[in-house]
């Protein structure tokens, strides 16, 4: 495993003109999508309570939260992320091919790799990098 991860991180760095931590950062998205976790980076896992009652310290930086998909907006641009101890608004702008993504499932849980922002009137939203999806239903 390390063997190949080092060869992906000599691929990327021999073929684009990015900083480490783009490529570190590109890399840790693509193994987030793929395997459900992260190479260089330890984003903490969070619940939705967490969130909500977050001082400041997880402002800006990467978090894991898993929940239950019970909305999606027009155009799959964000979705409603839910969780035993309440609800997330997550922005999929960033994503690419969202609507690949989702377009097939009716009741998806999903874990999400994101930023952690604060919208106009203080309240959190989670801007996602990549998703994950751990189970899905068909409709």
């Not at 903490?44 to 009652?53: E, I």
């Not at 690949?100 to 952690?116: D, N, Q, S, Y």
């Not at 604060?118 to 899905?136: E, F, W």
Request: glycine share 8%; net charge neutral.
């Amino acid at each position: 495993m390390k063997s190949v991860t080092l060869m992906l991180v000599a691929a990327f760095a021999l073929s684009a003109c990015q900083s480490a931590s783009d490529i570190g950062t590109n890399l840790d998205t693509w193994s987030f999508s793929r395997t459900g976790g992260t190479v260089f980076t330890s984003p903490f896992q969070v619940t939705t309570k967490q969130l909500h009652f977050d001082t400041g310290e997880l402002f800006g930086k990467d978090i894991v939260l898993e929940g239950d998909v019970e909305y999606f907006g027009a155009s799959f641009t964000h979705l409603l992320l839910a969780d035993k101890e309440g609800k997330m608004l997550v922005v999929t702008t960033n994503l690419t091919d969202t609507y690949k993504e989702f377009g097939e499932t009716k009741a998806a849980r999903i874990r999400v790799l994101g930023r952690l922002e604060r919208g106009k009137k203080g309240l959190p939203y989670l801007m996602a990098r990549a998703v994950d999806t751990i189970s899905s239903t068909t409709r």
